[in-house]
């Protein structure tokens, strides 16, 4: 720690200090709220917790768990002592979050309880030293850190630098192996800074936040506004109806929303008449004519942007409305150049790999050591995503590169790879090729295009149960087309490129 760091926990401090009775967090099932000043006590005891019970700087806590308080004060607890939150997604499989935490060698786990039996089976497959807490219970051990008294004179220093660690979260498998994005302090205080000035946050705003803490939208925005001295309400699952309710009943002005959360609120405004003209900022992806709407109904500004875990959160930004269909402009605090194959940089209007540099960008994949060199490779960050500048700046997104094909369902990261290694166990599956196709309700659709054993039959309903059966379910598929034969390149494996063009169409 030195004069120039900044933490997390250093925010904590100063706003509680700066706004001391002004309502940080509000739970909105719950109807709890916290203070800023409230906030900082909580998280400090909870820290005083954790050091009786081990916690040293470095050690990995993972989460799993729908929002809440208590995992808000897990993360500045974590930040307090150096230590490093692991969120997991919720709806991953048994095996698939125990991989992840197993991934990074989590110390302590704290789960809400909501699946006791999934979570006793999550950790049976962690190390033995693995301390496990229910995040909701009232009484017990949860409850003995929570209620932690402080040592005389407050936490002891942990000597935590900017530079440290605060947060891993799993990217989607690409190769079939999840990668932990390890991101620091300082990644997420200057990825706070630029929003605030780009979407002009002030104390006054008020966040609506639906999307879950183990996502970097949901993570970003919730500190972002807390950062800025603003009132957060968390919901423990988005619902449009209590989202409506939300945003008319305390004039919630900023909003990051994938599809359909759009879709569905509009619908149920439309239908209920509730006010939701306060609603001044959208951030998100979402399809043009929802964007209008949105817009007409509201006068407010949607934000299409650009970004990744491993850029904590935005590269690119501007309102809708300025160029549409592009995701907006590099945002301030952050380079962007196009790439050809040669990691050579590319002119205006000719595609290629957007490659990015500056503090946002993520400090590896952890115990990756190769994959990060890669990555990293001449100073810039190689995002994997295609891309091309108009001659005025704006960026449009073109595609994912062919080794780093993704698929996003409603904002969730899909790698084909990780689907198909799971249709492949199948024993009546010969070939797949696992791809995105456009999809009405969540924008991008996973599709499979199957080849089947000799002798074999298969129906598309049980294909897609025996893929949500081993994977998170927003994994499997929502189109099956079966075919007698695939497209094989020259060394036999299927041709991807044939297979996309030949059936493309979610029902061809």
């Known amino acids: 720690m030195s004069v120039y ?15 001391p009775q002004r309502i940080a967090w509000l739970e909105a099932e719950e109807n709890r709220a916290m203070t800023f000043a409230e906030y900082q006590a909580s998280v400090e005891r909870m820290a ?17 768990g729908k929002n809440c308080l208590a995992y808000l004060v897990l993360y500045g607890a974590a930040a307090a002592l150096g230590a490093i939150v692991v969120p997991i997604n919720w709806r991953l499989s048994v095996d698939e979050m125990a991989y992840n935490l197993n991934d990074v060698q989590v110390r302590f786990l704290f789960a809400d309880g909501e699946d006791p039996e999934a979570m006793q089976a999550v950790a049976a497959k962690l190390g033995r030293d693995a301390k496990c807490y229910n995040l909701q219970a009232r009484n017990g051990p949860f409850r003995d850190l929570v209620d932690a008294p402080l040592p005389e004179g407050g936490l002891p220093s942990r000597k935590v630098s900017a530079d440290d660690g605060l947060v891993i979260i799993h990217t989607a498998a690409v190769a079939g192996r999840p990668r932990g994005a390890l991101l620091s302090h300082h ?7 630029q929003l ?9 705003d008020v966040h609506l936040n639906p999307l879950p803490m183990f996502h ?4 970003g925005m919730a500190f972002c506004c807390f950062h800025g001295g603003m009132l957060n309400i968390n919901m423990r699952k988005f619902d449009a109806a209590q989202a409506a309710r939300l945003i008319a009943e305390h004039k919630a002005s900023v909003l990051f929303a994938f599809a359909p959360m759009m879709q569905t609120l509009l619908a149920h405004v439309a239908d209920s008449g509730e006010d939701i003209r306060s609603l001044r900022a959208v951030l998100g992806i979402d399809r043009p004519e929802v964007i209008a709407r949105y817009q007409e109904m509201t006068g407010g500004s949607f934000y299409s942007l650009f970004g990744q875990t491993e ?8 309102p809708f409305s300025e160029r549409p269909g592009s995701a907006g402009r590099p945002m301030p605090l952050i380079d962007v150049q196009l790439m050809d194959d040669n990691d050579r940089p590319v002119p205006a209007g000719q595609a290629g790999e957007i490659a990015v540099r500056g503090p946002m960008v993520f400090k590896g994949y952890w115990g990756l050591d190769d994959e990060n060199a890669y990555t990293f490779r001449n100073g810039w960050h190689h995002t994997g995503d295609v891309g091309r500048f108009d001659e005025d700046g704006y960026l449009w997104y073109v595609a994912r590169k062919a080794e780093k094909e993704l698929i996003k369902p409603g904002g969730e990261n899909v790698y084909p790879a990780e689907v198909e290694k799971v249709i492949l166990e199948h024993p009546a599956v010969g070939a797949v090729v696992v791809f995105g196709v456009p999809d009405p309700k969540w924008s991008e659709g996973i599709k499979a295009v199957c080849r089947l054993k000799s002798g074999q039959s298969l129906t598309a309903k049980a294909l ?3 893929v949500g059966g081993r994977i998170a379910r927003y994994k499997k598929p929502q189109y099956v087309q079966f075919v007698d034969e695939l497209p094989l390149t020259a060394d036999g494996s299927p041709d991807r490129v044939q297979v996309k063009k030949t059936y493309g169409g979610p029902q061809a």
């Open 5 to 19: 760091d900044l933490t997390l926990y250093d925010i904590i401090c100063r706003n509680a200090r700066l706004y």
């Open 48 to 64: 005083s917790g954790l050091t009786a019970v081990g916690c040293c700087k470095g050690d990995r806590i993972g989460v799993i």
């Open 187 to 193: 990644n997420l205080l200057c990825a706070n800074a």
């Open 196 to 204: 605030m000035q780009q979407i002009h946050l002030t104390q006054d």
């Open 216 to 219: 970097i939208a949901g993570l």
């Open 311 to 318: 850029t904590s959160l935005v590269v690119t930004m501007s």
């Open 464 to 466: 897609i149960e025996f």
